[in-house]
């Protein structure tokens, strides 16, 4: 909703807008019915979440280092549990991101909780040449300390892409995927079958693939292609 919203801002048309964080929203809803999820992100993944079903609580509150007494699904059955029952832990992007965070996360993972994560970009380019740290940066936190393994639903994983795909209602080989991350956007895009095309706008200048379209920017490739 919120990038629908930003498009539309700069002036692009109304047309359909799938994210990392409604496809993960919907592998969740696939692979575990309705959950509650301990979120490390921001409140678009939030948004996603609860709009697909799934109950929410946000990371960050101390659980991983005290108890916690309220939440939506607090036990409260008079059984001697301290603690929030947690299905899947969520994460993406957070440029809020603390260590408290990560201490929640890390405890739900050890008391049996999924970690389901929405994209892997180390690295988020940014306004006036700026760079910062991606989704994957907080993804790799988590993992680390809980020695768990993401199931990333994003790119490279090409599920989103097939959600777009359906979407719009085109076989992936009629599509083509435009992206400035070769482990990502090109890996999803080739992944689900797609044609694709890298734009140096990002982070990444010299991909080092002579199969590879590459384009200045986004104007130059629709000058060149269409």
């Not at 047309?15 to 992100?41: D, N, Q």
């Not at 709009?51 to 609580?57: K, R």
């Not at 036990?75 to 899947?88: A, M, P, R």
């Amino acid at each position: 909703i919120e990038v629908l919203r930003s498009l539309k801002n700069m002036g692009y048309p109304d047309s359909p807008v799938i994210t990392s964080a409604y496809g993960a929203s919907k592998y969740i809803l696939e692979k575990f019915g309705k959950s509650r999820c301990l979120v490390v992100g921001e409140r678009g993944l939030v948004s996603e979440l609860e709009h697909m079903g799934h109950e929410t609580a946000p990371a960050g509150e101390g659980r991983g280092v005290k108890s916690i007494e309220q939440a939506p699904w607090f036990w409260t059955s008079g059984e001697d549990l301290s603690d929030l029952i947690v299905d899947v832990v969520v994460a993406g992007l957070d440029r809020t991101m603390t260590y408290t965070k990560i201490a929640d996360a890390l405890w739900a993972l050890r008391n049996g909780a999924d970690l389901i994560a929405t994209n892997d970009d180390p690295s988020l380019p940014w306004e006036e040449g700026k760079v910062l740290p991606g989704a994957g940066t907080m993804i790799r936190s988590i993992e680390e300390c809980s020695g768990k393994k993401a199931t990333i639903v994003g790119k490279p994983n090409p599920y989103t892409t097939h959600l777009a795909a359906m979407e719009i209602d085109l076989d992936t080989n009629d599509i083509l995927m435009i992206g400035d991350r070769p482990d990502t956007d090109i890996a999803a895009g080739r992944n689900a079958g797609c044609h694709v095309a890298m734009v140096l706008t990002g982070d990444v200048k010299d991909p080092k693939d002579k199969d590879l379209k590459t384009f200045k920017d986004l104007r130059t490739l629709v000058d060149e292609l269409f």
